[in-house]
């Protein structure tokens, strides 16, 4: 069974950093693009990141310089290394198995992350 | 402001259909693949609908999409109070190189 599971969120200060990770199983991880998706509290969805299986990645402006995705396809893991984190980056981190046109065809539960002082 | 326009809400009754547009542009809509969400309250979203009008496995067939130009439209029939959700539109954009998504329906079912 497909199953993807984030952690790594928490409570961190405006300008800090954090990393998240999502740990999969059930399919060959470096077959396929992996996301990265938030929501902040009350409001819809946003694209953050995605990589394909090798070194390709793409950023929404909004985390472009920020934000870092990678993957290690032998540990089936995806993370998202976060920097400068600003308030506005508050928001549920789902992990997401990518699949044709650009859908998302598994989601992790999500972590949350907090940036306040 | 989202690219992608969404109705913030739509409601019907049991048994009833109901449609959820999406409108964008060239650059997005009308020139790649859209995908359907249901995100039930605190939940993770659920892929309901990819690339315009497939549903992947275990997905009922009261659930179907359709695309015209710049626009797209999720269907469901037959509404169950377990519908109740909000639903958003995704897709790529072309232009500014990123996945977008609608700002959500919220769909109640009376």
């Known amino acids: 069974q497909v199953h993807l599971v984030e952690s790594g969120g928490g409570l961190v200060k405006p300008g800090g950093s954090l990393r998240l990770s999502c740990a999969a199983s059930g399919f060959t991880f470096g077959d396929y693009y992996m996301s990265w998706i938030r929501q902040a509290p009350g409001k819809g969805l946003e694209w953050v990141s995605y990589?394909?299986?090798?070194?390709?990645?793409f950023y929404a402006d909004s985390v472009k310089g920020r934000f870092t995705i990678s993957r290690d396809n032998a540990k089936s893991s995806l993370y998202l290394q976060m920097n400068s984190l600003r308030a506005e980056d508050t928001a549920v981190y789902y992990c997401a198995k990518t699949g044709s046109g650009s859908c998302f065809n598994i989601w992790g539960q999500g972590t949350m992350v907090t940036v306040s002082s | 402001q989202s690219v992608l326009t969404q109705p913030p809400s739509v409601s019907a009754a049991p048994g009833q259909t109901v449609t959820i547009s999406c409108s964008g542009s060239?650059?997005?809509?009308?020139?790649?693949?859209v995908s359907w969400y249901q995100q039930l309250p605190r939940t993770a979203p659920k892929l309901l609908i990819y690339d315009n009008n497939k549903r992947p496995s275990g997905i009922p067939d009261r659930f179907s999409g359709s695309k015209s130009g710049t626009s797209a439209t999720l269907g469901i029939t037959g509404l169950q109070t377990g519908d109740e959700a909000d639903y958003y539109c995704g897709t790529w954009d072309s232009s500014l190189r990123a996945v977008l998504f609608g700002g959500g329906t919220n769909l109640t079912v009376l």
């Open positions: 990589m394909n299986g090798g070194t390709a990645t």
């Open positions: 060239s650059s997005n809509i009308g020139n790649n693949y």
